[in-house]
C-alpha cells in the first residue's frame, strides 16, 4: 500500500505518430505538474462519488507556458493526417486547448457547453458551425465517456456535424468508456493513457508490480473496485 499520493503520467505513441523524445518530454512535464495521482491510501472520491485510487486534473497545465505549448504540438502531430474542417472544445476543460490548437492549425474553433443554455437561442454549440462540417472534437481528460458522447451527440444534432473522433490529453482506458464510444460511432485519440502511467509510475519505484495489477483492476469496474 502506498504511504502517500504519487503524481506522475507518461505518453502513449499513437499510431507511431509521436516520438519517444516527445512522449518523454510530455511524461516528465505532467510528473512534475503532478496532473496524475495515486494513491491506494487514502482512496480519492470522483464526483460520482466512486472510490478511486487515481486522480487527473489537467487545469492546472494551461498556466504552464512551455508545458501547454509542448502539448499543444503533440495535438498537432496528431490531427496533422486528420480529414477536418473544425476544432470544437468541450467546456469547460477542452476550450483553451482546442483555441490553441485551431491557431496552430489555423482551422476555425467552436465549443459545445455541457447543457444548453435557458435564455436565447437554447443552443449548446457556440461559434459558427456549417451544416455538414468535419469537426475534431478536443477534451482534456476521459474518464467514462459521458459528456465527451454528449457534446458529439450536440454538434451531429445542431449542425449536422461529421464526428468521427475524438482528441484528448488522457484516459482511464475504461471498458465502459470504451462501450460508450463504440455505441456513438466515434473512436479516441490521446497522448497518455492509464497503462503507460502505471509502468512509468512502477518503472520510477513509486509503485510496484503488485501495485500495479491491483490499479489495472479498477479499469474493470470502477465502482466496484472499493467495496
Same mark, same amino acid.
Given at each position: 500500500? *502506498? +504511504? @502517500?499520493?504519487?503524481?506522475?503520467? @507518461?505518453?502513449?505513441?499513437?499510431?507511431?505518430?509521436?516520438?519517444?523524445?516527445?512522449?518523454?518530454?510530455?511524461?516528465?512535464?505532467? %510528473?512534475e505538474?503532478?496532473?496524475?495521482?495515486?494513491? *491506494?491510501?487514502?482512496?480519492f472520491?470522483?464526483?460520482?462519488?466512486?472510490?478511486?485510487?487515481?486522480?487527473? =486534473?489537467?487545469?492546472? %497545465?494551461?498556466?504552464?507556458?512551455?508545458?501547454?505549448?509542448?502539448?499543444? +504540438?503533440?495535438?498537432? !502531430?496528431?490531427?496533422? +493526417?486528420?480529414?477536418? =474542417? #473544425?476544432?470544437?472544445?468541450?467546456?469547460?476543460a477542452?476550450?483553451?486547448?482546442?483555441?490553441?490548437?485551431?491557431?496552430?492549425?489555423?482551422?476555425?474553433m467552436?465549443?459545445?457547453?455541457?447543457?444548453?443554455?435557458?435564455?436565447?437561442?437554447?443552443? /449548446?454549440? !457556440?461559434?459558427?458551425?456549417?451544416?455538414?462540417? /468535419?469537426?475534431?472534437?478536443?477534451?482534456?481528460?476521459?474518464?467514462?465517456?459521458? @459528456?465527451?458522447?454528449?457534446a458529439?451527440e450536440?454538434? /451531429?444534432?445542431?449542425?449536422?456535424?461529421?464526428?468521427?473522433?475524438?482528441?484528448a490529453?488522457?484516459?482511464?482506458?475504461?471498458?465502459?468508456?470504451?462501450?460508450?464510444?463504440?455505441?456513438?460511432?466515434?473512436?479516441?485519440?490521446?497522448?497518455?493513457?492509464y @497503462? #503507460?502511467?502505471?509502468?512509468?509510475?512502477?518503472?520510477?519505484?513509486?509503485?510496484?508490480?503488485?501495485?500495479?495489477?491491483? *490499479?489495472?483492476?479498477?479499469?474493470? +469496474?470502477?465502482?466496484?473496485?472499493? *467495496?
Amino acid at each position: 500500500i *502506498l +504511504d @502517500s499520493i504519487i503524481g506522475t503520467t @507518461s505518453v502513449k505513441n499513437i499510431i507511431g505518430k509521436m516520438n519517444n523524445e516527445t512522449a518523454q518530454k510530455i511524461a516528465q512535464a505532467l %510528473l512534475e505538474c503532478g496532473a496524475f495521482k495515486i494513491s *491506494l491510501d487514502p482512496l480519492f472520491t470522483w464526483t460520482s462519488g466512486i472510490k478511486s485510487p487515481v486522480y487527473c =486534473d489537467l487545469r492546472a %497545465l494551461i498556466s504552464d507556458v512551455e508545458t501547454r505549448r509542448v502539448i499543444v +504540438d503533440a495535438f498537432a !502531430e496528431l490531427l496533422k +493526417d486528420q480529414n477536418f =474542417d #473544425v476544432i470544437a472544445g468541450t467546456a469547460t476543460a477542452g476550450i483553451p486547448w482546442a483555441a490553441w490548437i485551431a491557431e496552430k492549425l489555423n482551422k476555425p474553433m467552436v465549443y459545445v457547453r455541457s447543457e444548453a443554455k435557458a435564455h436565447g437561442t437554447q443552443k /449548446r454549440v !457556440e461559434g459558427f458551425l456549417e451544416k455538414g462540417a /468535419r469537426v475534431a472534437l478536443i477534451e482534456d481528460h476521459i474518464s467514462t465517456g459521458k @459528456s465527451s458522447v454528449a457534446a458529439v451527440e450536440a454538434l /451531429r444534432t445542431e449542425a449536422d456535424a461529421q464526428v468521427d473522433s475524438i482528441f484528448a490529453i488522457n484516459t482511464y482506458e475504461l471498458k465502459k468508456a470504451a462501450e460508450t464510444f463504440a455505441a456513438a460511432g466515434v473512436s479516441i485519440q490521446t497522448v497518455t493513457n492509464y @497503462s #503507460v502511467i502505471l509502468e512509468v509510475a512502477k518503472e520510477a519505484g513509486k509503485i510496484t508490480e503488485e501495485n500495479v495489477q491491483l *490499479l489495472k483492476k479498477f479499469q474493470e +469496474d470502477p465502482a466496484a473496485w472499493a *467495496l
